[in-house]
């Protein structure tokens, strides 16, 4: 899919849809934020979520007390979203409308964290651009968490088809930079009563 489809895709998505009205809600992001505790980050850590969506990690990051954060989306209805959901505190967050594809970080990062963003990506050279882009932008000794949908997963997100991992494929894509540190398989009850099984993988860079 091309980016201005893509973007329609998702500003559709966003704008047309409650929060909750999406297969991948969550009142509390519990798996990543057990994961994230489990890190020990100090909180000047630069904390950085990709496909942000309008995913309530933000607001339990802030609450944990971490002071820099970005999330950033494709959507600019998601970000909007989640930054009236936030109100006053918005301010204290670095928003991105920016297609990862495109994203030129201007720092590096002690932490990245992607749900269900990453494993959009279908085409070789979007993942390998994917792949160059974490081991540049995430600080030595740097944590990555990725969530995708395992092997045993949906095919699609959203109606959109969607690559899925297992802990050695996805352990693969990464090792080069990256030591896969932990990776557990979870299961997400959607609002609509269904189970989807996704893979967070932990990572530290090499
Ligand atoms: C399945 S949702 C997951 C949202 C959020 N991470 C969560 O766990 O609730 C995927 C999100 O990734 C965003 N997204 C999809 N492709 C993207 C891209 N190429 N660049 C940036 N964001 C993207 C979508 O707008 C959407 O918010």
Not at 172 to 177: C, K, L, P, Q, V
């Amino acid at each position: 899919m091309d980016f201005d489809k893509l973007e329609e895709h998702w500003e559709n998505v966003h704008s047309k849809k409650k929060e909750n009205e999406v297969s991948w809600y969550q009142i509390l992001p519990h798996k990543s934020i057990e994961i994230i505790k489990s890190l020990n980050l100090n909180l000047d850590s630069n904390i950085i979520d990709i496909g942000a969506g309008e995913s309530r990690l933000v607001d339990n990051l802030l609450n944990m007390g971490f002071k820099n954060i970005d999330v950033l989306d494709i959507s600019k209805s998601a970000i909007d979203k989640a930054k009236k959901r936030l109100g006053h505190k918005s301010s204290r967050v670095n928003w991105i409308v920016c297609d990862v594809n495109h994203f030129v970080p201007t720092k590096k990062y002690d932490l990245w964290h992607d749900r269900a963003a990453f494993h959009f990506l279908k085409q070789l050279d979007q993942i390998n651009n994917y792949i160059s882009l974490t081991s540049h932008s995430i600080s030595e000794n740097g944590n990555m968490i990725l969530a995708t949908f395992s092997s045993d997963g949906p095919q699609k997100c959203s109606g959109l088809e969607v690559v899925r991992y297992s802990k050695d494929s996805i352990k693969n894509e990464f090792e080069e930079h990256f030591k896969l540190i932990n990776h557990q398989i979870s299961n997400h009850t959607t609002p609509f009563n269904t189970n989807q099984e996704f893979i967070f993988a932990s990572f530290v860079k090499k």
